[in-house]
């Protein structure tokens, strides 16, 4: 079992960045996918971004791409997420996940955080 932590969202203006962590409990971090997913106020849960368990593969939402890096450390049982350039529409809670597949598809992901607030002013 892998427990979550989202740290790092906040208030940034329009064009700013934001660095997003997630910590994982345990010894098993490195076994699993993670994955960045988002929900704005009275919306859907959005793929943003993944990596694979060892971090050689990475994927991205079509909005994210050339804006967003995800990138993990399995030393440190912890999973980033480097947001530039954001947008007002990007204001959302932010989650991390982790599953054993490495996919845009949220029910694929077992294990969730408790988020972090994103808010884009502008």
């Known amino acids: 079992q892998v427990q979550l932590g989202e740290s790092g969202g906040g208030l940034v203006q329009v064009g700013g960045s934001l660095r997003l962590s997630c910590a994982a409990s345990?010894?098993?971090?490195?076994?699993?996918?993670m994955a960045w997913f988002r929900q704005a106020p009275e919306k859907g849960r959005e793929f943003v971004a993944a990596?694979?368990?060892?971090?050689?593969?990475?994927y991205y939402a079509d909005s994210a791409k050339g804006r967003f890096t995800i990138s993990r450390d399995n030393d440190k049982n912890t999973v980033w997420l480097q947001m530039n350039s954001l947008k007002p529409e990007e204001t959302a809670v932010y989650y991390c996940a982790a599953g054993l597949k490495t996919t845009s598809w949220g029910p694929d992901y077992n294990y969730w955080g408790q988020g972090t607030q994103v808010t884009v002013s502008s």
């Open positions: 990596i694979s368990r060892g971090g050689t593969s990475t």
């Open positions: 345990g010894r098993t971090f490195r076994l699993y996918a």
